[in-house]
T-cell receptor, first 115, second 113 residues
């Protein structure tokens, strides 16, 4: 079974600073996908970024980027120039494609951006 | 606009009652999922369905039931056998095959009174 671990339950950072959220996972599969989801106070789950394991290039989406280290099974999220709207729970998730395609989630990191 | 709709937003259940949470999508997605969210535990999979008239148990299916009679709809029934049903429930849908991310509904908060 796959597991996803987020070891930082809470983090806070000053507005405009950069913050990195950690995620590690455990799998024996070689082909998989990794995701970061954001859940703001509205509780709507929003896809932030997606990484394909067979691609060595790290995914980026505007201020959001990942550091994907396949051998170390690490998938951290970096938020640059943090904004108040980034205040949310962030969940790391893992999926094996072409099967049941279940998303396995970590327990989340609560991020607070301080004005 | 395409999306996924959950209703109601808030639901109250008396002890011993069954309640049904609605989930409808107009994204033409094949797969649909139900997750339960509790504080400090992330999201846990209850049931999922990848095709009409077929569904599979997830990690915490006990006390829940589902149906998938239409592609667009995947209702979840919380039965009286679920001993601790108070939680936030999220429905999601996705295309299948290439690791597409899920589209989530806005959730239903269920409280036992």
């Amino acid at each position: 079974a796959q597991t996803v671990t987020q070891s930082q339950p809470e983090m806070s950072v000053q507005e405009a600073e950069t913050v990195t959220l950690s995620c590690t996972y455990d799998t024996s599969e070689n082909n998989y996908y990794l995701f970061w989801y954001k859940q703001p106070p509205s509780r709507q789950m929003i896809l932030v970024i997606r990484q394909e394991a067979y691609k060595q290039q790290n995914a980026t989406e505007n201020r959001f980027s990942v550091n994907f280290q396949k051998a170390a099974k690490s998938f951290s999220l970096k938020i640059s120039d943090s904004q108040r709207g980034d205040t949310a729970m962030y969940f790391c998730a893992f999926m094996i494609p072409f099967g049941n395609e279940k998303l396995t989630f970590g327990t989340g990191t609560r991020l607070t951006i301080i004005p | 606009d395409g999306g996924i709709t959950q209703s109601p937003k808030y639901l109250f259940r008396k002890e011993g009652q069954n309640v049904t949470l609605s989930c409808e999508q107009n994204l033409n997605h094949d797969a649909m999922y139900w997750y339960r969210q509790d504080p400090g535990q992330g999201l846990r999979l209850i049931y999922y369905s990848q095709i009409v008239n077929d569904f599979q148990k997830g990690d915490i299916a006990e006390g829940y039931s589902v149906s998938r009679e239409k592609k667009e709809s995947f209702p979840l029934t919380v039965t009286s056998a679920q001993k601790n049903p108070t939680a936030f429930y999220l429905c999601a849908s996705s295309r299948t095959g290439w690791g597409y991310g899920y589209t989530f509904g806005s959730g239903t908060r269920l409280t036992v009174v």
